[in-house]
């Protein structure tokens, strides 16, 4: 079975400053990570993904998450938050040796990110 | 423009009526999802479809059906509401391969069971 923990419910942060948003993970074989975000009465959209290779990777709005196997970890993380990003986020994984089972994602609960001018 | 359509974007129900929630998309995607969002719950499997003529169930669910006659569209019935139905419904698709992987959501179908 697969799960996704994201530990806080709610991370406030004062624009400008730097952002995390913390996500772990359980799966049995190799991961397939992700980060959404959902703004009020909205869809999810995607952000950035991992699936093999550096461990850091680069999304979408300046976003970018470090993936660390030992830590089982990929947290969320932005150099300079905006007022803006304010939003529910959202951590999901999918194992990659799903095989001839399901391939959909397992998300967390979802963090309320506040960026307070 | 591409994407995923949901229909209706919000349903009043009353208990014990069937409702069908649709869902259409136009990317191809040989898998297709759908989920429940719950405040403090995050998001929660109902049922999945991993290509066309074939489904499965999820997390959660009892109290729901689905069927996916072809590729595009991918509907799921509720056969008589009940109040613990109320939730906010996402349908979603994504192809199954290594790489791109990642799933597109629609806009969401926010129903109400009274």
Known sequence: ?117 | IAGITQAPTSQILAAGRRMTLRCTQDMRHNAMYWYRQDLGLGLRLIHYSNTAGTTGKGEVPDGYSVSRANTDDFPLTLASAVPSQTSVYFCASSFTGTGNTEAFFGQGTRLTVV
């Open chain 1, 1 to 117: 079975a697969q799960s996704v923990a994201q530990p806080e419910d709610q991370v406030n942060v004062a624009e400008g400053n730097p952002l995390t948003v913390k996500c772990t993970y359980s799966v049995s074989g190799n991961p397939y990570l992700f980060w959404y975000v959902q703004y009020p009465n909205r869809g999810l959209q995607f952000l950035l993904k991992y699936i093999t290779g550096d461990n850091l990777v680069k999304g979408s709005y300046g976003f970018e998450a470090e993936f660390n196997k030992s830590q089982t970890s990929f947290h969320l993380k932005k150099p300079s938050a905006l007022v803006s990003d304010s939003a529910l986020y959202f951590c999901a994984v999918r194992d990659v040796e799903s095989g001839a089972g399901s391939y959909q994602l397992t998300f967390g609960k979802g963090t309320k990110l506040s960026v307070i001018p």
